[in-house]
């Protein structure tokens, strides 16, 4: 059983100009969020201000979108926005003690690069980096790196495992004290705590060593965010922070039960890995204002852009009649399985019309929407976590700046107040403020003493 009684994680889950397709319309929205680095430093900094545990960057490297032409998709407002590495490391030079979880594709990647990179970021932060490993889903990424297909869902995360496990592999190099840096001596490394890894696998042949120290974590946090049946046995054999989209806390405990169901074949307990599903709140100091503010920014999402959610569960569904209902006869494509049940079946559960349907799912990308007032916000987050359906949740924002600082103003607090949510910094480290161990370097394992009885 989970212990519900502690205190909730939580993340910002944030991308470009902020989650709902139609924030970035309303006047009081910077529309430029996405390549403003004045406001993410201004963000960041305000988020560990709130002592918010991690920001979390969704990517993509491509223009994903199943617009069926360009004239839906200059509709669009999620187009430009910065690489996430890159802006974690500008990030993580204003802050101290915000973590930072970058995502990074094993599908359009090489183990050495994203090892690299990562560990280099974990060094500069302080420990402060995770690596949300994803497969990728669009097409549309495929055709920039020299393919006319994407991948298939089953081969995707096959290379995964194995991308992961050279990874981590890599990050293995070297023994945490390797780089004794002798000036008398003028020895720099001690050669017996360096480790090749020599990995020859179905996927990528990896010679190492990394030319990097073991980052300050052992491993940066590793999260992972896929519901499908492979996409649950990769979270529960390598991440420590699984991030879920679910509307309802049957959903969201079914999939709680069925991925930690899962670590016991791993060797893993329970505790060693977070389960966070997405929310985005939309904050009133009463409900009738919360309700103003959601209408209000409901009534700007276009159709074009509706239709284009959609697309990518269900393909083009424009020839449909929008009032009418979701069509019998839906293609079966290799995008993110794990969204298309759940809506086919509240679609036929509510009788949803096609324009219902993306009115209802589009704002928060299939995740949980909740409008209210601060108490009752909290009142849902705090029956989720003491249901022992979650460990956290990731905050994702309908629009910059005023949808994320009304919840650092005003939900936070009441969360604090509640004793659900911390005051302070508990460590330096992401892993530290997370309550998750440092892996050990398996030769410190390997030397351990064996305990006798």
Known sequence: MKDTTGQLKLGLSLVSNGTHPAGWRLPEANAAAGMDIALWKEMAKAAEAACIHFMFLADGIAVRTAAKDNDALSYSGRIDQFEPLTL????????????????????YNEPFHIARKFASLDHISGGRIGWNV??????????????????????????????????????????????????????????????????????????????????????????????????????ARTADLIYTAKRDPEGAGQFYESVKGRFAKYG???????????????????????????????ELIH??????????????????????????????????????????????????????????????????????TPESIADTMESWFRAGVCDGFNIMAPWFPD???????????????????????????????????????????AAAPVETV
């Open 268 to 298: 893993r307990a329970r505790s060693s890995a977070l389960v966070m599903p997405g929310i985005m709140p939309v904050v009133g100091k009463t409900m009738e204002e919360a309700e103003a503010k959601y209408r209000r920014v409901q």
């Open 88 to 107: 974690l490391g500008a990030l993580s030079g204003v802050t101290d003690r915000l973590g930072f979880i970058a995502t990074a594709s094993t599908t």
């Open 303 to 372: 159709p074009k852009v509706g239709l284009a959610m959609l697309a990518r569960t269900f393909g083009d569904l424009s020839q449909y009649d929008l009032d009418g209902p979701l069509p019998d006869d839906l293609p079966e494509l290799d995008g993110v399985k794990s969204h298309r049940e759940p809506l086919i079946r509240m679609a036929r559960e509510n009788n949803l019309s096609i324009r219902e349907l993306y009115m209802r799912v589009t704002g928060a990308a299939g995740h949980m929407q909740l409008c209210g």
């Open 134 to 235: 994803v497969t990728s889903w669009s097409e549309a990424e495929a055709l920039n790196f020299s393919r006319d297909k994407h991948m298939e869902h089953g081969a995707r995360y096959g290379r995964a495992e194995e991308f992961v496990d050279v990874v981590r592999g890599l990050w293995d190099s070297w023994e945490d004290d390797a780089f004794i840096r002798d000036k008398d001596g003028g020895r720099y490394f001690d050669p017996a705590k360096m480790h090749v890894l020599d990995h020859k696998g179905e996927h990528f042949k990896v010679k190492g060593p990394l030319n990097l120290a073991r980052p300050p974590q052992g491993y940066p946090v590793i999260a992972q965010a896929g519901s499908s049946e492979p996409g649950q046995e990769l979270a």
């Open 403 to 445: 949808g994320l600082y009304d919840f650092f103003d005003l939900v936070v607090p009441e969360l604090q107040r509640r004793g659900l949510f911390r005051t302070a910094y508990e460590g330096k480290t992401l892993r530290e403020n997370l309550g998750l161990p440092r892996p050990a370097h398996p030769a410190a394992k």
